[in-house]
């Protein structure tokens, strides 16, 4: 386990079993990668049945009061007024220069309460900041676990432990119970597929985590590990902060930071919504564009290694941030950030890469499922 790891993981026991060595993320210990499974076999899984994944790395924070909403109006770039309770929404943190430090999912649990799910960026910080002298309580929330599970047979699990689950909507969440124990099982995930986030109490995690499993086992359920998540990204157009970003790859001559323009983020902003932090800058950034976030099909059975050059017309014009080879398809696939006159479907590209040199294509993404039906489905 790496030093770094200050969030203890009730689940570390079943994930070493797994083969896992509990590498830090988010200061939390999490099982990048199981030795006794084929990350392979877990996307296909996730893509065919349904696998069972922790990924309480992720920040869990309570935001309760009557000033809650107005915090996260200045926070976000969703019209939280729009959200009631039971629904939730995705939405982006800017910085006063108006580029992306953090996303998360917004939980409307009450008429002045909230639950913030965020990655690895500020926005904790952020809000515990803009909740000063507020008439709010800000609660960071470690006990909670986020079980997450993903796939096509997840709802037909869940349905015979949950009622109603099948009428849950996308984006909505429920309080309930799972095997008698208190939840909030949410309708969203990191995937492409339908998928359910089960946020249960610490001392009730193992219990779940080992039902679902041993219940599931004859339905093909099985556990996955958090590194199968960049495959299903991949194909699904969903962007890991800070591993797509300029924190990660930043430009030669100034400071890391990307527009929503730029990620392709730009529909988490309510229409018309102004008033959020960075908003007058995110607007002027329109048409300012420096690259593109955008899609590479690569003409080899490889993985796409992240930091593998772009080549077009004998200049580097990007490079890949997360690549996967999908065995169901046999294709290829990354995500990428180019130069915005080469993103456009079917620019012929070359791959130059530390393991790899190949032809390859700019390509629209998703490549799976774009028209979200899967994960939207009634």
Known sequence: MSVM??????LAARHKALGSTL???????TAWTYTKSDLADEHEAIRTKAALMDVSGLRKAHLVGPHSHQVLQRLTTRDVRKIYPG?????????????????CILYRTGPNSWMTVYGSGTGFEDMARDAAGKNVAVIFDDDLQDLSLQGPLAVKYLSKHVPGIKDLKYFHHMQTTLF???VMISRTGYTGERGYEIFCKAEDAVEIWDTILKEGKRMGIVPASFTALDWLRVESYLLFYPYDN???????NEG???????????????????GFRGAEEHYRLKGKERFKIFGVLADTDKILDAGDE??????????????????????????ARMDVGVAKQG?????????????????????DDPEKKKRTAA
């Open 5 to 10: 790891s200050w969030r203890r993981s009730p």
């Open 180 to 182: 008698g124990k208190p």
């Open 87 to 103: 629904k939730s929404a995705y939405a982006c943190v800017l910085n006063d220069a108006g580029k992306f430090t953090d996303d």
């Open 23 to 29: 590498e830090d993320w988010n200061g939390m210990e």
């Open 347 to 367: 620019t012929k590209l070359e791959v130059k890469g530390k393991n790899v040199r190949c032809s390859a294509i700019a390509h629209t993404i998703t490549f």
């Open 310 to 335: 772009l080549w077009a017309g004998g200049k580097k014009v990007g490079l890949v941030t997360c690549g996967m080879y999908s065995r169901a398809t046999k294709r290829s696939m990354a995500i």
């Open 246 to 252: 300029s924190q990660m790859y930043p430009f030669e």
């Open 256 to 274: 890391p930071g990307d527009t929503l323009w730029e990620l392709g983020l730009t529909f988490t902003v309510s229409p018309g919504k102004t």
